[in-house]
């Protein structure tokens, strides 16, 4: 099943303005990223070579954009050249790419900005009255698709973190961890994209999705998860079960919430279902092997191994980076899969960064004895 449903749907919608105004080229939808002040972007729809994909900035670096979301108001830039210097990178690429105008509008959802969307035409002073009153339908149209597409995410994640801070107390891993692994499993995912054409929808949904990996583990036992040093084999077979909890907790809430419906859920049920699955078919619960793991999965065994070695636990102190991506590296096409470990490689100031941006207070890290 395609999980790539807004992308196809604002395609389509497209499509059908350009029927009626052929020079309306680029239609593009960047999100908001409130943790991290950044905008990515999210859907593309363009001709071939003209689409930006896989880009992201940080709002407070482009005043203009800013000022619009502060304003809840659109803009029309009727000649992209004729703009104060410098130039944005994005006016920049637009120019470059052969568009002459713009029209851009912020989106919210629950008076929260949830991003923009980008109309681009290759001529310039397109945007006439006439053509804005025509899309302000369209706008609320979009708006709608993606507000809707996103607000579960939302549902479930407020849901599932209810449930994990009742839970908090008991866990050795932090609130700060799953927020971590989130952004380590984005970083990989954005790192591979132009390799493996990876679309920005789809890494959306693994940022946020990769933080509910562990969600299984409130059905765990205190005294297996608060343990100091190794597991039994017996408690061991026990903590296991977290992954089937958290697929069973994921099925109810889906059930309850009537979100069946979504496609990128599956997303989500992959990152619970295979984070423990090894590259090599000795992992669990299913023992798959190589690419018969969803790569959300593989990205996410990655990124949550990086943070429990990079963090210091109850147990053990922190690794530097450069241990963690050592032991990474050796246990890469065994445990892990290759592809995904190959972006940490030279990447260490931005995954400290990462580190320092979501950092544990110490007395955020519970010890044994809690
Ligand atoms: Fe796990
Ligand atoms: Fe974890």
Redesign the pocket.
Known sequence: MSWDLVGERIIHLHSELRASWPHLSRLAVAVYDHETDRLNTFVNSGDGQRQLQNYSAKLSEVPSLKQLAEQHSPRIKQDLRDQPQPLSPHTQWLIEAGFASSYTMPLYGNDHLIGFLFFDADRSNYFTETMVRYLAVYTELISAIITNQLAPIYILRGALNTVRHLALKRDS?TAC??RR?GRYAQFIAFKLAPQIDLSDEYIEFVLQYAPM??IGKIGVPDNILLKRGELSPDEYEAAKIHVLSGLEIIDSVVDEFDLGHLAHIDILRNIIGTHHERFDGTGYPNGLAGEAIPLEGRITAVA?VL??LTTRRSYKPAWSFEEAIDYLQAKSGSMFDPLCVAPLLDHIGELREIHDCFKDRDEDIPSASD
Do not use: N
């Open positions: 891993e961890h799953i692994v990996h562990d949550d943070d429990a």
